[in-house]
Nanobody
Framework: QVPLVEFGGGSVQAGGSLRLSCETS?????????MAWFRQAPGEEREGVAG???????NYADSVKGRFTISRDNVKNTLYLQLNSLKPEDTAMYYC?????????????????????WGRGTQVTVSS
């Protein structure tokens, strides 16, 4: 069973918005200390987009600051990513990730090795 399942990807024009959701179980989200969104474009490395701790603290990649917002609803067992003012360079597969270790095992929030559970991704395509 996949612990994390993403929804909400699609195709939009530049300047548009999307809201991504990542659903998990009540048991799983109660264990997750850190959650994040990553993205990966063809031929590129997977990069951290936004992260959130169970205390509500957030981190963002410089490329998305002011445009993307990460949030977490522990009642609905869901992680969200609001994407506004989308650009063609935002086109990628977006992945949800989560970790149960305090401080992500000492790994920086935007590195894939900081997270133990992953979803299968949802595609976001932005046309100019």
């Amino acid at each position: 069973q996949v612990p994390l399942v993403e929804f909400g990807g699609g195709s939009v024009q530049a300047g548009g918005s999307l809201r991504l959701s990542c659903e998990t179980s009540r048991r799983a989200i109660s264990r997750y200390i850190a959650m994040a969104w990553f993205r990966q474009a063809p031929g590129e490395e997977r990069e951290g987009v936004a992260g959130i701790g169970n205390d509500g603290s957030t981190n963002y990649a410089d490329s998305v600051k002011g445009r993307f917002t990460i949030s977490r609803d522990n009642v609905k067992n869901t992680l969200y990513l609001q994407l506004n003012s989308l650009k063609p360079e935002d086109t990628a597969m977006y992945y949800c990730a989560a970790d149960t270790r305090p401080g992500r095992g000492g790994v920086r929030w935007d590195l894939p090795q900081a997270y133990i559970d992953w979803g299968r991704g949802t595609q976001v395509t932005v046309s100019s």
